[in-house]
């Protein structure tokens, strides 16, 4: 299927209420019956008609989304090019590109390296976003790569936001490299921003609805108010350089933002 995208001029930019990267974890460590239920989740959010309903309700009445598979360094894909979004054809463009899409599986959790790639491709689809936002999903911490502190405070010093999707089905450890409180973990080393906020998924029947409910979220300009980001997270329209000790306290001292760094050490070692 081909993706037309609205802007065929390269050098003018179509403004859009808001630019957003879906960028969703195909790591290993997912499933195959979890990939598709986070899959089928983003296209029946997309056909949703209140999502539809969001968009129109902003004050120019479309945007413009991308979709990203990731999962260890350097392996990143487009899936779904820069794409406006603004009636109901657009809407079910977008969904049957997903449906057509094979599914991948690739090594490692490289939630920095996710960010930092989604990052370069804003200003890249021939749109200019009011708003800027990375929605990323996944099951697991960071482990390859760049540091995901460092690369997530990076991304925020651009004025982009980062919303979460932690998905945590398998609840405690059911496998060496899962961590108890992964939406403690995205909360203090992952988003960050203006309205920054994280909606988590503890059931496969809740794909569908935590998805759909998030996307209206971040296209309504909404925070749930059971998750607002605390202040110690730099908000996206303060310039880092000028933020003082007490505005940014960092992660909480009972989150280890290098946890996923150090259990993949600590399997290479032979640990048990």
């Known amino acids: ?9 390269p050098t003018v930019a179509e403004p859009v209420d808001l630019e957003l990267v879906l960028a969703v974890d195909v790591s290993r460590s997912m499933d195959a019956d979890e990939q598709a239920l986070q899959r089928a989740g983003y296209i029946a959010a997309f056909r949703d008609p209140d999502v539809l ?4 309700q902003g004050p120019l009445a479309r945007i413009a989304v991308t979709y990203v598979e990731w999962a260890g360094a350097g392996l990143q894909q487009v899936v779904l090019p820069w794409t406006m ?5 657009s809407t079910e463009r977008v969904a049957r590109a997903l449906e057509a899409t094979p599914f991948e599986r690739m090594r490692r959790t490289s939630i920095s390296d996710a960010l930092l790639f989604s990052a370069q491709l804003f200003g890249t689809g021939g749109f200019e976003g009011r708003r800027r936002i990375i929605d990323v999903s996944g099951d697991g911490p960071n482990n390859a790569g760049y540091p995901v502190l ?6 925020l010093a651009q004025g982009i936001t980062v919303n979460g999707l932690p998905i945590m089905l398998k609840r405690g450890y059911t496998g060496f490299f899962d961590v108890k409180n ?3 973990y995205y909360e203090d080393c992952v988003i960050g921003g203006l309205g920054a906020f994280l909606v988590t998924v503890q059931h496969p029947d809740e794909f569908a609805r935590a998805i759909r409910r998030k996307l209206i979220l971040e296209i309504a300009g ?3 108010p059971s998750r607002t980001v ?6 996206a329209q303060i310039n880092p350089a000028q933020v003082t000790p007490a505005q940014v306290t960092g992660p909480s001292e009972s989150t280890d933002c290098l946890i996923g760094e150090k259990l993949w050490d600590a399997w290479m070692h032979g640990a048990e």
């Open 222 to 224: 909404r925070v749930p």
């Open 1 to 9: 299927m081909t993706i037309v995208l609205a802007n065929a001029n």
């Open 53 to 56: 309903q969001a968009v129109r």
């Open 150 to 155: 460092p690369a997530r405070d990076q991304v």
């Open 85 to 89: 979004i603004h009636d109901r054809a």
């Open 182 to 184: 992964l939406d403690l």
């Open 230 to 235: 605390p202040a110690r997270i730099i908000p």
